[in-house]
């Protein structure tokens, strides 16, 4: 018996409270069109997909610098490629900074069809070792499709101009991206 007495008042009470609650106070749409509002707010602001890697050239036959600077515009528009065709929409920015003792060259690129944009800065001709940092921030995909972009056109540039290289840190923000996906 103080079992049904206990069911029917709780029940009726909790039922009360809640119909108040869901359908008049939170069934509003404004308070919906304003979290799907800040979600559209924040993935404009953070839909970018950002990747950035330094790789270390040891060429001990040497490079000539011609060939660098044709092979600095060829990976450039690769990878920019690389992450259109892979869905991003936009380039913010693709850069690489290409650096030894004997100087640098900086390259940009916003836009694959657009020449990449070269500051050459070098004082040597041939070039044997060099330190290569390349950024790509693209808007339309994260940080591991902005990641498998770039690498899956590395190999072939490096290869296709005969310039040896070695990956010495791959700047891979994991913990972002896994919350991005779940």
Excluded at 118 to 135: C, G, P, V, W
């Amino acid at each position: 018996m103080s079992h049904h007495h206990d069911d029917h008042e709780h029940d009726d009470h909790d039922d009360d409270h809640e119909h108040d609650d869901d359908h008049d106070g939170h069934h509003g749409n404004p308070a919906d069109e304003h979290d799907k509002l800040h979600l559209e707010i924040h993935r404009a602001v953070d839909e970018l997909g950002k990747y950035a890697i330094d790789i270390n050239v040891d060429a001990p036959m040497g490079v000539s610098k011609k060939t660098v600077l044709k092979f600095l515009d060829d990976l450039m528009v690769a990878v920019t490629k690389s992450c259109m065709d892979n869905g991003a929409d936009l380039v913010g920015h693709v850069k690489s900074f290409f650096s030894n003792d004997d100087g640098s060259i900086m390259c940009s690129i916003v836009d694959h069809r657009i020449p990449t944009r070269i500051k050459d800065q070098f004082n040597s001709e041939t070039i044997y070792k060099a330190r290569f940092m390349l950024h790509v921030i693209v808007h339309g995909i994260w940080d591991d499709h902005v990641r498998e972009s770039t690498l899956e056109v590395l190999d072939g540039v490096f290869g296709k101009w005969n310039i040896p290289y070695e990956i010495t840190a791959d700047h891979y923000d994991t913990e972002k991206s896994i919350a991005h996906h779940g």
